[in-house]
């Protein structure tokens, strides 16, 4: 089982910019897609990036597409996203999630973090 801790969020105005960190450990994370969702208050949790461990292969949603990067530092277990640009609209509690790639649902994810975005 993979175990995911992240780091990161807090309160920005907005077009401001943050970083969000996810550490994995527990095992390697070869053959794991690697995800990062986020749920507004009230609303369903939406995946927004992700990324296929240990090749080159990313997927950016078209609501943050331009806006956002999701990248990967394999020698350290972790993954982050990187929020340009951020909507006020945007204020939710973000998540990091893994899942092997064999499986359609994501089944480890770290606690989440709140990312607040004021007008």
């Known amino acids: 089982q993979v175990q995911l801790v992240q780091s990161g969020g807090g309160l920005v105005q907005a077009g401001d910019s943050l970083r969000l960190s996810c550490t994995a450990s527990g095992r390697s994370l070869i053959n794991y897609v690697m995800g990062w969702f986020r749920q507004v208050s009230g609303k369903e949790r939406e995946k927004i990036a992700a990324?296929?461990?240990?090749?080159?292969?990313?997927w950016i949603d078209d609501s943050v597409k331009g806006r956002f990067a999701i990248s990967s530092d394999d020698a350290k277990n972790t993954m982050a996203l990187q929020m340009n640009s951020l909507k006020p609209e945007e204020t939710a509690v973000y998540y990091c999630a893994a899942r092997h790639f064999s499986v359609q649902d994501f089944h480890s994810w770290g606690p989440g973090t709140q990312v607040t975005v004021s007008s």
């Open positions: 990324l296929r461990w240990g090749t080159r292969a990313t």
